[in-house]
């Protein structure tokens, strides 16, 4: 079984387990230019228009915006532990308990669409998260791309969604959905900060330099992002004063030069 060849979607989340055994008992798997989808993909830029999270079809395409990102984010999870070898059983063991939560993420996104009477594939997707990421990137890289950088970007965005949601006249489940994925998502973006410090200390290198110096690299293949650092989640997701004045001003370059971005993991 390899998820990332498989385009069904439940199909993916049922061989999980297969994959992860096989990687973990030394199987080589292919890992795709691009994971497969039974679904149009589409660049960002060309997904039709929102509709207002007071309509149901709305907040419908919010959940199903999310469960793209969360599919993705099991996906990249997936990736890492498929991609590198020689990796530190601790880490590894965490890597699976969190490729586990972005399943149970996307498995929840899908269940609720589908008790409202939607489907998966009611709006087009995208893999702007799965191409963030390189073949050639460093285990270093990897983790601040895919667990700090992008993860770390959806806690900024879950909580401004969720202040929306919360602003809306009648209850909606979508915001317990947001609310349980975002509660878990701290969880996984400090699983990035300490590895990332962790294997900074372990090669003697400043790991302040080291965010700085990688951002700086990447910034041209990272998704852009506009929304406010939330200072409150980042300091919880083990991020330091200088990683968040590095990450505003960031944001600040993106808003002055380009105004598209995606939400992150
Ligand atoms: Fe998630
Ligand atoms: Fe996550």
């Known amino acids: 079984m ?3 060849l498989e385009p069904n979607c439940d199909e ?5 387990e297969l994959h992860i055994e096989a ?7 292919v890992i795709p230019d ?3 989808r039974e679904v149009l993909v589409l660049d960002l830029k060309l997904h039709p228009p929102k509709k207002g ?6 907040q419908a395409r919010l959940l199903h915006d999310l469960a793209s990102i969360e599919l993705q984010a099991m ?5 890492t532990l498929t991609e590198y070898e020689g990796l530190n059983p601790q880490f590894q063991e965490e890597m699976i308990q969190l490729i586990k939560s972005e399943a149970s993420h996307f498995s929840l996104c899908l269940r609720t669409l589908r008790d409202w009477g939607f489907n998966w594939g009611d709006w087009p997707v995208h893999l702007a998260l799965w191409n963030a990421v390189s073949k050639e990137d460093t285990l270093e890289e990897r983790i601040f ?3 700090r950088y992008l993860e770390g970007s959806g806690l900024d965005a879950a909580d401004t969604i969720l202040r929306r949601l919360k602003g809306l006249e009648v209850p909606t489940q979508a915001m317990e959905v947001l609310t349980i994925i975002t509660a878990e998502e701290i969880g996984h973006v400090q699983f990035g900060s300490h590895w990332f410090h962790e294997f900074c200390r372990q090669k003697k290198l400043d790991s302040d330099q080291e965010f700085r110096s990688i951002l700086q690299r990447k910034r041209h293949s990272l998704p852009k992002r ?8 980042r300091k919880k997701a083990l991020f330091n004063d200088f990683e968040i004045q590095e990450l505003n001003q960031l944001r600040e370059s993106f808003l002055s030069k380009d105004k598209s971005y995606v939400r992150g993991c």
């Open 2 to 4: 390899n998820v990332f």
């Open 12 to 16: 993916k989340l049922k061989g999980l």
């Open 23 to 29: 990687v973990m008992s030394g199987k080589k798997l």
């Open 34 to 36: 691009f994971s497969a």
């Open 53 to 58: 999270l007071s309509f149901k079809d709305g």
């Open 75 to 79: 996906e990249l999870a997936l990736r």
């Open 145 to 147: 791309i895919v667990h």
């Open 226 to 233: 506009v929304e406010p650092i939330n200072f409150e989640l």
